[in-house]
């Protein structure tokens, strides 16, 4: 059993980009360590079907929040409905973003900018909207290494 193990009964986490990949597992290592996870992407249908997952791996509470994260918006509804959801939060993982493939001279300016309004403005605006809780409880922000 590693250290991580059971260090986060009660602990409130929203996890962006949870419902595939390092945000999924990710927030399945919350779940298993006792934490209430609540997961957000644009996927409603995976997001559920994560959430389920997670409380099989024996989370106290899970929720899940579908918006658009590249959007001002989409990252206010997304912190807000976990906020009314937890009352508060303890550990932020940004995990959003996907890089599509290519020739780097040849990419679209179209998805450069797609990429970096979920990568960056996302993990940016969910880091203010949830940042007053953070601070209120000695929180954490944690983001996903980029790999190349």
Do not use: Y
């Amino acid at each position: 059993m590693s250290s991580f193990d059971n260090n986060f009964e009660g602990k409130r986490v929203f996890v962006s980009g949870g419902s595939k990949g390092i945000g999924l597992a990710c927030a399945k290592r919350f779940a298993a360590a006792g934490a209430k996870v609540f997961l957000s992407s644009s996927n409603e249908e995976r997001l559920a079907g994560a959430a389920s997952g997670l409380s099989v791996l024996g989370a106290p509470e899970c929720g899940f929040h579908a918006s658009d994260l590249r959007t001002l918006e989409g990252c206010e509804t997304a912190a807000n409905e976990f906020l009314a959801k937890w009352g508060g939060c303890d550990i932020f993982v940004h995990s959003a973003g996907a890089t599509k493939g290519g020739i780097f001279p040849a990419q679209p300016d179209e998805e450069m900018l797609e990429g970096f309004a979920l990568k960056f403005h996302a993990g940016v605006r969910l880091a203010r909207f949830l940042w007053p809780s953070l601070k209120e409880n000695n929180g954490n922000v944690i983001k996903r290494p980029q790999h190349n």
